[in-house]
């Protein structure tokens, strides 16, 4: 159970996956009644560089900056220097022992994340690379050596985080992507493999939830949310 005391209106991180800075904005403007965390990825952040980055800050919001930095161990140690002064609360990376060891030397105030096993794999992409174990197997092999070498949190899918939340304590900061609404977790319909309901991943353990589509796509984005945080406070109620 998750027992962590964050505002419900930084439970939710909504994914600008969009391929503009004015589209973000926009975006950012819907959604801002009610939630102040924004996800900015690699699409918008070659779009944009800081641009968005800076503008959501100045509105009084926090960012989750998902850049996933894996390369050699100087050069993500570099990258995560840039990210210092920024403002940003949360930033993702790959990498084995040498990257995640160097990348937490670099960090300042930044909280950072360890990639863990992106949603998009299934089993069958583990054992099309040769892997025996399971999926939630290696999510919790990296997250406790992600954890062990001072990373903040992981970011992995919600139906690892109670198992994850269990074995690792509450010290380890949860953050879920894949976030669904029911139809699409109960149909198979959805291009992720691992999905889940953001009450769901939330009373099992993750501290936020990352959410893109759902939101972004639709009418009323603000509306999306709400039910969304209704969800998670039931969740959260038991």
């Not at 109670?162 to 900061?173: A, I, Q, V």
């Given at each position: 159970?998750?027992?962590?005391?964050?505002?419900?209106?930084?439970?939710?991180?909504?994914?600008?996956?969009?391929?503009?800075?004015?589209?973000?904005?926009?975006?950012?403007?819907?959604?801002?009644?009610?939630?102040?965390?924004?996800?900015?990825?690699?699409?918008?952040?070659?779009?944009?560089y800081f641009e968005v980055v800076d503008w959501i800050l100045a509105r009084g919001h926090k960012v989750m900056l998902d850049l996933k930095f894996f390369d050699i161990p100087e050069t993500v140690k570099l990258a995560v220097e840039q990210l210092n002064s920024r403002g940003v609360s949360l930033a993702t990376i790959h990498g084995n022992d040498?990257?995640?060891?160097?990348?937490?030397?670099a960090r300042g105030d930044l909280q950072l994340l360890a990639v863990t096993v992106l949603t998009s794999f299934g089993e069958e992409d583990l054992r099309a690379m040769g892997m025996t174990q399971s999926v939630e197997d290696l999510v919790l092999f990296r997250a406790r050596r992600a954890l062990k070498l001072g990373c903040d949190g992981v970011v992995?899918?919600?139906l690892e985080a109670e198992r994850l939340r269990n074995d690792l304590?509450?010290?380890?900061?949860?953050v879920t992507p894949g976030i669904r609404p029911g139809a699409n977790v109960r149909d198979g319909s959805d291009d992720q493999k691992r999905i889940?309901?953001?009450?769901?991943?939330?009373?099992?353990?993750?501290?936020?939830?990352?959410v893109g589509r759902p939101i972004t796509k639709a009418e009323d984005p603000a509306r999306v949310i709400a039910a969304m945080q209704q969800d998670i406070e039931s969740g959260l109620a038991g």
């Amino acid at each position: 159970m998750n027992s962590k005391e964050i505002a419900l209106n930084e439970r939710i991180i909504v994914a600008l996956d969009v391929q503009s800075p004015d589209l973000a904005k926009e975006m950012v403007k819907r959604c801002e009644s009610h939630t102040r965390y924004f996800k900015v990825g690699l699409q918008l952040f070659m779009a944009s560089y800081f641009e968005v980055v800076d503008w959501i800050l100045a509105r009084g919001h926090k960012v989750m900056l998902d850049l996933k930095f894996f390369d050699i161990p100087e050069t993500v140690k570099l990258a995560v220097e840039q990210l210092n002064s920024r403002g940003v609360s949360l930033a993702t990376i790959h990498g084995n022992d040498a990257i995640i060891r160097a990348a937490m030397e670099a960090r300042g105030d930044l909280q950072l994340l360890a990639v863990t096993v992106l949603t998009s794999f299934g089993e069958e992409d583990l054992r099309a690379m040769g892997m025996t174990q399971s999926v939630e197997d290696l999510v919790l092999f990296r997250a406790r050596r992600a954890l062990k070498l001072g990373c903040d949190g992981v970011v992995s899918s919600g139906l690892e985080a109670e198992r994850l939340r269990n074995d690792l304590g509450e010290k380890l900061l949860i953050v879920t992507p894949g976030i669904r609404p029911g139809a699409n977790v109960r149909d198979g319909s959805d291009d992720q493999k691992r999905i889940i309901t953001a009450g769901r991943a939330v009373a099992t353990g993750a501290d936020h939830v990352v959410v893109g589509r759902p939101i972004t796509k639709a009418e009323d984005p603000a509306r999306v949310i709400a039910a969304m945080q209704q969800d998670i406070e039931s969740g959260l109620a038991g």
